[in-house]
């Protein structure tokens, strides 16, 4: 396996989407988009919601869930570094080597949310769905 291919992954999404400030935090307060792509399946793509809660002001942010498994991709590429414990167990129980387990588990879990990719979770908070531009329609099966 190619240890690189976060690398690849990341320069792909640099060359097509424009981060901006704010914590890329997305908000249903009508506030500008805080992320502006290049293409409109990457936009489409950052429309999703991974991750939403209420500020104190109980104003509802959320984060996109490309973000989102990105970031937990990148906590069990640190982890599985950081602790042997697990990584040992998962050298003895497979036999791979130790770059492609590491890839292998971030991997795994970058995609343990994609159902959050669905019709059903996305409408869970209609209001983000409105007010991210997702179209109706654009999530089918």
């Known amino acids: 396996m190619n240890e690189n291919i976060f690398r690849k992954i990341g320069e792909e999404l640099l060359k097509n989407i424009r981060i901006c400030p704010d914590n890329n935090v997305g908000s249903v307060q009508g506030k500008n988009p805080l992320i502006e792509a290049k293409t409109n399946n990457v936009h489409r793509f950052l429309q999703l919601w991974g991750k939403a809660d209420r500020d104190e002001s109980q104003n509802l942010i959320w984060h996109p869930l490309a973000y989102h498994m990105l970031d937990v991709a990148a906590v069990a590429w640190v982890w ?38 669905t019709v059903y979770f996305q409408n869970k908070i209609p209001e983000i769905t409105r007010e991210s531009g997702l179209r109706r329609g654009y999530l089918r099966f």
Not at 96 to 114: F, N, R, T, Y
């Open 80 to 117: 599985l570094q950081e602790g042997p414990n697990l990584k040992d167990l998962f050298l003895r129980i497979s036999g791979l080597p130790e770059k492609e387990i590491i890839l292998l588990a971030s991997i795994a879990c970058a995609l343990h949310d994609v159902g959050k990719a």
